[in-house]
């Protein structure tokens, strides 16, 4: 399919993709019921990104022109020729509120050779095999967990074990103070649930993570993005928005932040939670990281400081044992947890019996060795990236190393041209993630994000040398 696109002009590019389809579905010349190209197919026809196909096919969705599902494609709607009065013509018009900053993980990466675009570890690094031979002596032992809901809070055992874990990482609960969740993911929406309406306000760092900034966005909140420094979250920024708008809540991923990489002081954490005592409001301190620190252990939890119960504190097993297996645990004090649970209870009736047990001989016996050899295959991997990026980083390309955590954020000389970007490493096999979709709506970003361990070494240092030649050559061209 061809579409005219004048990059020159003031309308984004998703901006006219989506007016010309408007406007050929409205005009008849898009028949109800025709299929679009895949977002893939048409962002290689165009020389866009995917990104952007996926925003314009996003916005006609909302428009109500076309329909999209998961696997099936996106078709264009049916009550442009019937009425809405078809079978499932009423649909089209059904408004929904999902947000929409996570389109990115629906792109079609299965030709991507250099998959850099997930915040995620190689699965030959993980502990699949202990795990699994866990799980598949639970199937045949234990089938009756297969039958019942279990704890809306959780395996009580899995907690006692979440509660030991944390206990030298400086936060001291009960275990009637945690709830298993199905990833943190989960722990957020339950939070979000829970205390979050329309037009409430919730504080979060620029950049933040997509998933927190689609849950939040889902409920009509008025997101207010702090900007960061070297020091995490800036909070005398923050301090001083608090004065024009009181939070309801704070969300933060202090420690080796997804997408920079930036790990908040301890000074800042402090007067993060004064800041939160002196509202009378919730922090949310998301960290699935804090353990994949490359030399020293990053500085104490907010939660650890945490007297009267501000923080809801999540700790995801996700990253550094299997994502698959679902398992996070939610930490809170007070009243707080017992709403949280009955969030929980109303949205799954609790984690799956089976993945809870699976995990939890691993995290009990083996974890802490394990961590420390992760660590340490992370670490190689991050010293040979920079290595790399020392080398072929072409000029006006800066980046921070991180000192822990599973990315490098690239900061670009400028927003210009990273759709393209995309396009062009997408065609030599390379995925990244672009920076905008860590903010709310359409800031244009000059960062990407690249995950340095979503493959095997050798690969990571293949594709990343790669890139970087690429990247320099499309900075070439933009001069
Ligand atoms: C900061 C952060 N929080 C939460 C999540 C969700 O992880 P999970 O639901 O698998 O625990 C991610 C995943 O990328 C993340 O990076």
Redesign the pocket.
């Known amino acids: 399919m061809h579409i005219d696109l004048l990059r020159s002009s003031a309308k984004s590019l998703p901006q006219q993709i989506c007016d010309t389809l408007a406007q050929r579905i409205t005009s008849g010349l898009l028949q109800p019921g025709t299929r679009l190209p895949s977002v893939r197919g048409l962002a290689v026809s165009l020389k866009v990104s995917q990104v952007t196909v996926s925003k314009a096919y996003a916005d006609l969705e909302k428009r109500g022109h076309i329909i999209c599902s998961q696997g099936k494609g996106c078709f264009v709607a049916e009550h442009e020729r019937n009425g809405p009065d078809t079978r499932t013509g009423w649909q089209e018009v059904y408004d929904d509120y999902l947000p929409r900053a996570q389109l990115w993980r629906n792109f079609d990466y299965s030709e991507v050779e250099y998959p850099f675009h997930m915040?995620a570890i190689h699965s030959g690094l993980l502990p699949l095999g202990p795990i699994g031979a866990t799980m598949a002596q639970l199937v045949t032992e234990q089938p009756e967990l297969m039958a019942s809901y279990g704890n809306f809070q959780g395996n009580l055992e899995l907690r006692e074990i979440m509660r030991k874990h944390l206990q030298p990482r400086g936060i001291t609960l009960s275990s009637a103070d945690l709830m298993i969740t199905s990833?943190?993911?989960?722990g957020?929406d339950l939070v979000a649930r829970t205390f979050v309406g329309p037009g409430d306000t919730v504080y979060l760092e620029a950049p933040s993570?997509t998933?927190?900034i689609d849950v939040f966005a889902g409920r009509g909140a008025e997101m207010i993005f702090v900007p960061m420094d070297q020091e995490g979250m800036r909070v005398d920024v923050l301090t001083r928005l608090c004065d024009q708008r009181p939070p309801k809540l704070i969300y933060t991923?202090p420690t080796f932040q997804?997408p920079s990489g930036v790990t908040m002081s301890m000074p800042r954490r402090q007067r993060l939670l004064e800041l939160a005592r002196s509202y009378r409001c919730l922090i949310v301190e998301?960290d699935?990281f804090s353990d994949l620190y490359f030399r020293t252990p990053p500085p104490p939890s907010i939660k650890s400081m945490d007297e009267d119960g501000h923080v809801v504190y999540m700790k995801?097993f996700?990253?550094v044992l299997a994502?698959g297996c679902?398992i996070?645990c939610v930490a809170a004090a007070g009243n707080i947890l017992s709403r949280l649970i009955a969030a929980k209870s109303a949205s799954d009736l609790g984690s799956p019996l089976l993945t809870q047990g699976a995990v939890l001989p691993f995290i009990s016996h083996k974890y802490e060795n394990y961590a420390c050899k992760l660590r340490a295959a992370l670490r190689r991997r991050m010293e040979k990236a920079a290595k790399l990026l020392k080398q072929y980083a072409p000029p006006g390309v800066a980046w921070n190393l991180p000192e822990g955590g599973l990315n490098l954020w690239l900061q670009l000389p400028s927003a210009a041209g990273i759709d393209r970007l995309h396009v062009l490493a997408e065609r030599e096999g390379i995925s990244f993630l672009p920076g905008d979709v860590c903010y709310a709506g359409d800031t244009p970003s000059r960062h990407i994000r690249l995950c340095y361990s979503q493959m095997k070494e050798a690969d990571m240092e293949r594709g990343l040398k790669l890139f970087l030649i690429l990247l320099d050559k499309h900075l070439n061209s933009l001069r």
Do not use: L, V
Request: cysteine-free; glycine content about 10%.
């Open positions: 915040a990833g943190s993911q989960q957020i993570y998933g927190a991923n997804n998301d699935p995801s996700s990253k994502p679902r996070a």
